[in-house]
């Protein structure tokens, strides 16, 4: 793999709390255009990692770099601002407002302007076509004008994600974007990132090893803080390291 086919490229990433490794000395390759998977059991540093990578944290020692660039010591507004977002940083979604309504203030948000509650109507409406575009990428046009607050579960996520395109990422951080979910849900979900993918790249968190056997082309997984295995799905669920990891805990 040369440096330009890795979007995200963390190098000995250490997170120690109170002289616990949480992470220790973990290398992690995320492909341009790839949907790379981290997982692993409980307490096995994944949202450690997480918050390590999109700057909620910062590491005890190692290096991260996206797009080539140093971001080590970026913090995480400026790391969204560089094309990396991780859902939840704009998962506020307003129950009130409707679906297309939340998107607009998304795009607001990007334009770098304060959400401002009691003039919202007023300048959202500038927005119109390319929030209608972002809802019908997460197959919501048929729910615009409905609020946030009467969507279904599964339908809430999909609007995350839109208010979430809404700011252009190259690369999305999604944590656990199954948790919670009804079976009927998971496949509208699953297939939302497989088809939200095209051209982006997808890091995601995630319990449901058959969502990550289905949508990863990567796989990382993590034990105790470090990385046990790593490849496609066929290779690490063969693996003795990570059936004892899952089972052994
Ligand atoms: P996972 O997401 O894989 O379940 P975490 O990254 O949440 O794992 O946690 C990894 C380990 O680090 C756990 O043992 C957890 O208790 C510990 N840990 C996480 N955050 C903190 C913290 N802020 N202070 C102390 N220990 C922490």
Not at 31 to 57: D, E, M, Q, V, W
Not at 72 to 101: D, H, N, W, Y
Not at 172 to 181: F, H, I, K, N, S
Not at 222 to 246: C, F, H, M, N
């Amino acid at each position: 793999m040369t440096g330009s086919d890795l979007i995200l490229s963390a190098k000995g990433m250490t997170k120690q709390f109170a002289g616990f490794m949480a992470v220790n000395n973990v290398d992690l390759d995320v492909r341009r255009g790839s949907i790379h998977a981290l997982i692993g059991p409980n307490g096995a540093g994944k949202t450690t990692c997480f918050n390590l990578l999109t700057k909620f944290l910062q590491p005890t020692s190692g290096t991260i770099s996206f797009n080539g660039r140093d971001i080590t010591t970026l913090g995480a507004s400026e790391i969204a601002r560089l094309g990396m977002v991780r859902s939840f940083q704009i998962s506020a979604v307003f129950p009130k407002l409707t679906v297309i309504e939340n998107v607009r203030v998304a795009l607001q948000r990007r334009r770098g302007t304060n959400f401002d509650f009691w003039r919202a109507q007023t300048v959202l409406g500038e927005f119109d076509a390319e929030a209608m575009r972002r809802v019908e990428e997460v197959g919501l046009e048929d729910f615009a004008h409905h609020t946030a607050q009467e969507l279904s579960y599964g339908r809430k996520r999909a609007l995350e994600i839109a208010t979430t395109l809404a700011l252009e990422p190259e690369m999305l951080l999604l944590d656990e974007p199954m948790a919670g979910m009804a079976q009927a849900d998971v496949e509208r979900i699953s297939a939302l990132i497989k088809s939200i993918s095209a051209g982006r790249t997808i890091l995601m968190v995630e319990h449901n090893l058959s969502v990550v056997a289905d949508l990863s082309d990567t796989i990382t997984v993590l034990a105790r803080g470090q990385v046990l295995a790593e490849g496609g799905y066929e290779t690490v669920s063969k693996d003795p390291r990570v059936i004892e990891a899952y089972i052994g805990v």
